[in-house]
């Protein structure tokens, strides 16, 4: 019953049309650099009556002192083992951490959807941090062939946090039986991380990756895919807009493009690609110079994106942020 409160109240959020970002409490010049992610929330929680978990912290040094959680998917994990748990067995007086969305409703107090929550905290425990990776800089290796296993890594959060985590740690992928490594912590992997005393990193929990792969952006304006850098730069519109070249991102991902004379240009499921189920076209996304945007949804309806498009000798560039949202990519650092 809980869990459906939950649920239905999470729906009533999404729809709130007032949010600010959770990142906008007071913080120093470091921390201001720091790009939307998660947002962690702790304290006492009570269960409302009228659905939600109020988080409660008298604490001077938390960012918020109550917090409304709601979520139609929250993974509730025990914050000792990292076992999951069911949502329902928190208890009003528990101590929790929490991990929240970036937005949160301008209600006092505020609306938060939470992605994470941690229970059965014991007294004085050193809670693990919940981290999404922005940026990655890996060990350095020789070239040879074939290449051996990254020894450590080192990791970038969306809120400036950078850790090295070596071989010695121990990764485990949450709720799967597959093997994760070094080389898997990839811009937009979210991670749980347990340190020693000495702070470094002994124990990685690692979440599904949600995205089909990671664009950044080198010094000089060139694309870069996947860690690896195109013959392509980036344009920027006179009203700040920066603008991707369409082929040469989705044929780094092993994508199809080609020209159509009314939709512009197509971007195409490749040959590799795992369609989503029942789907039986092909295309991904179109892009019109001077026109529209539309994405082809997992279901097959087409939903129009914001965006400009344009075509600049003889290559087509689109909004970064529709084209990050029709081929599902993660924005890396």
């Not at 992610?37 to 988080?55: A, E, I, K, M, Y």
């Not at 998917?73 to 999951?84: E, N």
């Not at 730069?233 to 020209?259: F, N, Q, S, Y």
Request: proline share 6%; hydrophobic share 40%.
């Amino acid at each position: 019953m809980k869990k459906r409160i939950l649920q239905c109240l999470s729906l009533i959020l999404c729809a709130a049309l007032l949010t600010i970002p959770a990142a906008a409490a007071e913080t120093s010049d470091d921390e201001a650099a720091a790009r939307p992610g998660p947002v962690q929330v702790w304290g006492t929680l009570t269960w409302l009556d009228g659905g939600g978990l109020l988080v409660q912290n008298s604490s001077e040094s938390a960012a918020y002192s109550e917090v409304i959680l709601h979520g139609e998917s929250i993974i509730c994990l025990d914050a000792v083992t990292g076992d999951p748990m069911d949502i329902q067995d928190l208890e009003d007086g528990d101590t929790i951490y929490a991990w929240v969305g970036p937005a949160m409703t301008m209600s006092l107090p505020p609306h938060a959807t939470a992605i994470l929550i941690l229970g059965n905290i014991p007294a004085d425990y050193a809670v693990p941090q919940f981290y999404e990776i922005v940026s990655v800089t890996p060990q350095a290796m020789a070239a040879i062939y074939p290449t051996p296993a990254l020894t450590w890594t080192e990791v970038t959060a969306t809120d400036g946090t950078t850790l090295k985590i070596t071989d010695e740690a121990t990764l485990t992928p949450y709720l799967t039986k597959n093997i994760v490594r070094l080389e898997d912590l990839i811009p937009g992997t979210r991670i749980l991380v347990w340190s020693d005393s000495q702070g470094e990193p002994e124990k990685v929990l690692v979440f599904p990756y949600e995205y089909r792969g990671y664009v950044s952006v080198t010094e000089d304006g060139y694309v870069s895919v996947n860690g690896q850098v195109t013959t392509r730069k980036i344009r920027t519109t006179d009203d700040g807009d920066t603008l991707l070249p369409i082929r040469a991102v989705a044929e780094a991902l092993g994508m199809k493009v080609h020209w159509d004379a009314q939709l512009g240009a197509v971007i195409s499921y490749g040959d590799e690609m795992v369609k989503p189920a029942g789907l039986t076209g092909e295309t991904l996304m179109t892009a019109t110079p001077g026109g529209a945007v539309s994405v082809v949804n997992s279901d097959g309806s087409t939903s129009e994106l914001y965006g400009t498009c344009v075509k600049e000798n003889g290559t087509t560039y689109v909004s970064q942020s529709a084209l990050l949202r029709a081929l599902d990519l993660y924005l890396a650092d």
